[in-house]
């Protein structure tokens, strides 16, 4: 079971590294990120949300297919944007509106190192704008007004103070 970090450790604020091997290795981490989104109920998760600095996230959303974007790369953003509420599972209990584009065109790898493209808008677009951000040290927080940030995280370490 891998755990989830959240706001506060470094790795979360670092650019992930390339990923070179594509080993078994890389598909046991692969499955239990799975197993982690089924867990704690999300939709995505990125490698440096379990502690592993590489270039690596995971998408299962509802009505959609799971896929693996290793080494990814936002190649376009339309110029329409979208607000909607995110959350983050490195930021339980917090959720707010962010304004993203609504369509992105990205280029990955899969498991086997395979390049592929896909074009996407909606939800999904939006789930990968997210992941993609956590592999370059941004977390949603990020993308709102400073205001409305400084409030949410007070909020946020009132709740998780430690006793």
């Known amino acids: 079971m891998l755990d989830i970090v959240t706001i506060g450790d470094e790795v979360l604020r670092q650019k992930a590294e390339q990923i070179k091997d594509f080993s078994s290795e890389l598909r046991i981490l692969v499955d239990a990120m799975f197993d982690a989104l089924v867990i704690d109920d999300g939709v995505g998760l990125a490698a440096p949300q379990i502690g ?45 509106d962010v304004v993203r584009p609504k369509r992105v065109a990205v280029q990955a790898r899969d498991l086997n190192g395979k390049p592929f493209n896909m074009n996407v808008d909606g939800f999904l677009a939006r789930v990968i704008q997210h992941e993609y951000d956590h592999l370059n040290g941004v977390l949603f927080i990020d993308r709102i007004p400073e205001e409305r940030r400084d409030r949410l995280m007070k909020t946020y370490y009132k709740r998780n103070k430690k006793k």
Not at 67 to 91: D, H, R, Y
């Open 52 to 96: 592993v600095s590489q270039r690596l996230f995971v998408v299962d959303i509802p009505d959609g297919e799971k896929k693996v974007f290793i080494n990814p790369e936002i190649v376009e953003t339309s110029q329409e944007t979208v607000a909607f509420e995110e959350g983050c599972l490195s930021i339980p209990g917090i959720y707010t």
